[in-house]
């Protein structure tokens, strides 16, 4: 295995470069530990998913930038760059990850407002007369 694994992940808008390293479990974003920068423990849950799922937390510390879209998008960005990262280190594990729908990027995104239009799917009131 070699030193330093990268790898990219997107959900939403966001997007995260993720680098796994072997260490002690440290997980840092943007600079700051993942308590500072997520708020909520179930964005923080999220995150740790992939470590969880394929028993090996606590062996890789990971450093990710993210930016882009809100906080649960971030997390789920980040969760898709490390189980993808995962994967690399250890082909074993794609399995876990794949039927735990990790590997896939989720594609929903807001659909943009169309011109003449209330918004991206709202219609102005019809009147027939």
């Given at each position: ?9 997107r959900?939403?808008?966001?997007v995260?470069?993720?680098r ?10 943007n600079?700051k530990?993942?308590a500072d920068?997520?708020?909520?423990e179930t964005?923080?849950?999220?995150v740790r ?7 090996t ?10 930016n ?6 971030q997390?789920g960005?980040?969760?898709h760059g490390?189980?993808?990262?995962l ?8 399995g ?6 990790l590997?896939?990027?989720d594609?929903r995104?807001k ?11 709202k ?7």
């Amino acid at each position: 295995m070699s030193d330093i694994i990268s790898a990219v992940g997107r959900r939403k808008t966001s997007v995260a470069r993720v680098r796994l390293s072997p260490g002690s479990g440290e997980i840092t974003i943007n600079k700051k530990t993942i308590a500072d920068f997520f708020s909520r423990e179930t964005l923080r849950g999220i995150v740790r998913q992939p470590f969880e799922l394929t028993s090996t937390a606590g062996k890789f510390n990971v450093i990710a930038t993210v930016n882009g879209g809100g906080e649960s998008g971030q997390a789920g960005a980040v969760r898709h760059g490390i189980s993808r990262a995962l994967v690399i280190s250890d082909a074993a594990l794609r399995g876990v990850l794949k039927t735990a729908g990790l590997m896939t990027r989720d594609p929903r995104m807001k659909e943009r407002k169309k011109y003449g239009q209330k918004g991206a799917r709202k219609r102005f009131q019809f009147s027939k007369r």
